[in-house]
């Protein structure tokens, strides 16, 4: 395999008639969301970064997108440890990479 993992992300939620509604309104905000990482990592606004991953932290696991909570906690738990910045890239890197593959709906079979 090469490159970077793209299977899209699918939250089982989906399959609930009266929640795929708030799933996809999720999934529509994704790129704010990815865009506000982005822009505090830039900046090494290491604080506002913080923020943003608890955020998504905690949405992403509500929402049924249980794999980008894990990631969200190694940006937040990498900055609160003051861990070099590299590694705090290295998981900004890996949670967009997580919070791209979101998708609304369910996968096809």
Not at 78 to 101: D, G, K
């Amino acid at each position: 395999m090469t490159g970077h993992e793209t299977q899209p992300l699918y939250s089982p939620l989906s399959a609930d008639p009266d929640l795929r509604e708030i799933v996809d309104l999720f999934v529509s905000e994704m790129p704010d969301r990815i865009a506000a990482v982005l822009k505090c990592a830039e900046a090494s606004d290491w604080e506002g970064l913080g923020r943003v991953a608890h955020q998504i932290k905690g949405a992403a696991g509500s929402y049924g997108f249980a794999p980008i909570t894990p990631a969200a906690a190694r940006v937040e738990d990498a900055i609160h440890e003051s861990s070099p910045e590299q590694e705090i890239r290295n998981a900004v890197e890996e949670l967009v990479q997580l919070c791209r593959q979101a998708r609304s709906g369910l996968p096809a079979d």
